[in-house]
């Protein structure tokens, strides 16, 4: 019988918790009809237990530092995308100062060349690092100079500051707030994995292409979850029978 992966949903935080009962009843939603009536009471009250568990902790993740981030984090990114625009044209300067300069700033700093697409608490973390390699390296501060990039940096690491102590002060306050949720969440993680095991049946016993599809889908979702656990937290299957846990 084909299994769903392990997945120790106990482990995650409720935000992430929440995210994945809400996604996984949306993907079953088109297929509701072709699940088999218990998949369909299974899908039916585990949804139901869902929505209020999402709601809370959807209002707890509302913040009044919220807006100032995603100003702040904007301010970062545009300064970010300057540095690597100034670099990048200055590679193919004719200048043969400007243009080593660039290239070495170009090779140094590959590995933060995209942190506007990262999570927001690796962007800053790794803005911070970026910072303090240039900051820590003549050379490397003597080349941004060269292309005078030097006062961007200089901007960019002062709003890097500042966005980092926002999204600590927001995650203060998000969690002095949190505990109100887990009053909502055994329900809820209880028909989410009374769901997982009506699927996991009725695929094997009463199988058609609509529960395949949901069941690779739910699959694709657990191992993306599953990602999410630090890897000190993820116990074995023999301790999992220990606690009260998640399929």
Same mark, same amino acid.
């Given at each position: 019988?084909?299994?769903?992966?392990?997945?120790? =949903?106990?482990?995650?935080?409720?935000?992430?918790?929440?995210?994945?009962?809400?996604?996984?009843?949306?993907?079953?939603?088109? =297929?509701?009809?072709?699940?088999?009536?218990?998949?369909?009471?299974?899908?039916?009250?585990?949804?139901?237990?869902?929505?209020?568990?999402?709601?809370?902790?959807?209002?707890?993740?509302?913040?009044?530092?919220?807006?100032?981030?995603?100003?702040?984090?904007?301010?970062?990114?545009?300064?970010? *995308? @300057?540095?690597?625009? =100034?670099?990048?044209? @200055?590679?193919?300067?004719?200048?043969?100062?400007?243009?080593?300069?660039?290239?070495?700033?170009?090779?140094?700093?590959?590995?933060?060349?995209?942190?506007?697409?990262?999570?927001?608490?690796?962007?800053?973390?790794?803005?911070?690092?970026?910072?303090?390699?240039?900051?820590?390296?003549?050379?490397?501060?003597?080349?941004?100079?060269?292309?005078?990039?030097?006062?961007?940096?200089?901007?960019?690491?002062?709003?890097?500051?500042?966005?980092?102590?926002?999204?600590?002060?927001?995650?203060?306050?998000?969690? *002095?707030?949190?505990?109100? *949720?887990?009053?909502?969440?055994?329900?809820?993680?209880?028909?989410?994995?009374?769901?997982?095991? =009506?699927?996991?049946?009725?695929?094997?016993?009463?199988?058609?292409?609509?529960?395949?599809?949901?069941?690779?889908?739910?699959?694709?979702?657990?191992?993306?979850?599953?990602?999410?656990?630090?890897?000190?937290?993820?116990?074995?299957?023999?301790?999992?029978?220990?606690?009260?846990?998640?399929?």
């Amino acid at each position: 019988m084909k299994n769903l992966s392990q997945l120790s =949903v106990f482990r995650l935080p409720n935000e992430e918790a929440a995210t994945l009962f809400k996604l996984t009843y949306e993907i079953t939603e088109p =297929v509701s009809g072709s699940i088999g009536e218990l998949g369909l009471a299974a899908y039916t009250a585990g949804s139901q237990f869902m929505l209020p568990f999402y709601a809370q902790v959807s209002q707890i993740q509302k913040s009044e530092l919220t807006e100032q981030i995603t100003s702040v984090r904007i301010v970062c990114n545009d300064l970010s *995308s @300057e540095i690597n625009r =100034v670099i990048t044209f @200055e590679s193919k300067s004719r200048v043969n100062t400007k243009k080593d300069a660039a290239n070495m700033l170009k090779f140094e700093l590959k590995p933060y060349w995209d942190l506007s697409r990262k999570s927001i608490t690796i962007q800053f973390e790794k803005t911070g690092e970026m910072i303090s390699k240039i900051n820590n390296s003549p050379e490397l501060q003597a080349a941004a100079a060269e292309i005078k990039i030097d006062t961007i940096l200089t901007e960019l690491e002062t709003k890097n500051i500042t966005l980092t102590k926002l999204y600590k002060e927001r995650l203060l306050e998000v969690s *002095s707030r949190e505990e109100s *949720s887990t009053s909502l969440r055994p329900q809820a993680q209880e028909g989410y994995k009374l769901f997982c095991e =009506v699927i996991e049946l009725s695929t094997h016993f009463t199988p058609n292409q609509d529960l395949t599809n949901l069941f690779n889908q739910m699959e694709e979702l657990r191992i993306k979850y599953h990602a999410l656990i630090p890897k000190e937290e993820i116990i074995t299957d023999e301790e999992a029978d220990e606690v009260d846990t998640e399929m």
